[in-house]
């Protein structure tokens, strides 16, 4: 037997310990390796190429467990309507709440803490009747549940964060692609800005730093980057159909320095000129390599 084989061998019956009676541990073990680390899925409608993402990576039942708690949390920051790319699309939304619901989800929670009017926000956004018309619980932030939490980052060292979040036992990011005028872009570790308390905008002093902390200490089971229109100017509350693109795209991964990697490559630009990208993939969060890596593309 050449090294070769016997490290195959080695990794399968390896695997096989770990696996259920009558299960396969070869096959088991090559669809494991054939998994990308990037799903990009262009196409509509909407909710289809979210499932078709997901199911590139292994299918929501890799990232949910029967029982288990899910905290979904999407971009629900401005009083505009779904046309106008500045939340999360609603359809997106509904498919990943879906999914966990269909892996086995005992409960799927929806929240985001808003900067306009909430009860505006959700209803125009169209995320809280997508949502809670499957099943989900669309909550509005409760103040007496930010708890300040040692984040003992490089920039933040402790900060009040919505408790919903460390308590559930999964959490999927669901951010929109658009521009922001001090951070350049907004996408995934950005999107963890609804889970702060206090005044966010204390953090834009040093805002690249701050997102790496943030996304270091949530740590999500899943990033779906929602690309199906993205804001090209005057984000992140946008108001101007000019500066709308339709992509009709998603792009979901477990590494979320790499998806915002990849989301920085929709408006023309290299991972490395978004700070949070270069300083997350500097601290080892994740990649911003996207040469090196296997992205699947599919187009539906």
């Known amino acids: 037997m050449n090294r070769r084989d016997f490290l195959k061998s080695a990794l399968i019956t390896g695997a096989a310990l770990g696996l259920p009676a009558g299960m396969d541990p070869l096959l088991t073990v090559l669809k494991a390796a054939e998994r990308p680390d990037l799903a990009v899925v262009r196409g509509t409608p909407p909710a289809a190429i979210t499932r078709a993402a997901i199911d ?6 890799r990232f949910v467990s029967r029982g288990d708690v899910v905290v979904v949390k999407p971009n629900i920051g401005w009083d505009r309507t779904p ?5 999360t699309n609603p ?3 509904g498919a990943v709440v879906r999914l966990c619901f269909e892996a086995g989800a005992k409960q799927v929670k929806v929240f985001d803490r808003p900067v306009n009017d909430p009860r505006r926000t959700y209803r ?8 809670s018309a499957l099943g989900a619980s669309v909550l509005f932030t409760d103040s007496r549940k930010f708890k300040d939490m040692r984040i003992n980052g490089s920039s933040l060292k402790s900060w ?3 408790t919903e979040v460390f308590e559930a036992d999964k959490v999927i990011n669901i951010p929109i692609a658009k521009t922001h005028g001090t951070s350049k872009l907004t996408l995934g570790m950005k999107n963890w800005m609804g889970v702060m308390g206090g005044w966010r905008g204390r953090i834009h002093q040093r805002i690249d730093e701050s997102l790496v902390d943030l996304a270091t200490f949530i740590k999500p089971t899943l990033t779906i980057l929602d690309a199906v229109r993205i804001l090209t100017d005057n984000g992140p509350q946008g108001g101007n159909l000019a500066d709308v693109r339709r992509l009709n795209m998603v792009i979901a991964g477990t590494d979320a320095v790499a998806v915002d990697a990849f989301g920085a490559t929709l408006f023309g630009m290299k991972p490395a000129e978004l700070g949070f990208v270069r300083i997350g993939h500097q601290r080892r969060l994740g990649s911003m390599d996207l040469a090196g890596m296997n992205i699947r593309r599919i187009t539906l």
């Open 91 to 93: 359809e997106v939304v």
């Open 83 to 87: 046309e106008y790319a500045a939340n």
């Open 56 to 61: 590139s990576l292994g299918g929501m039942k």
């Open 124 to 131: 125009q956004s169209g995320i809280a009747a997508a949502a």
């Open 160 to 162: 009040p964060l919505y």
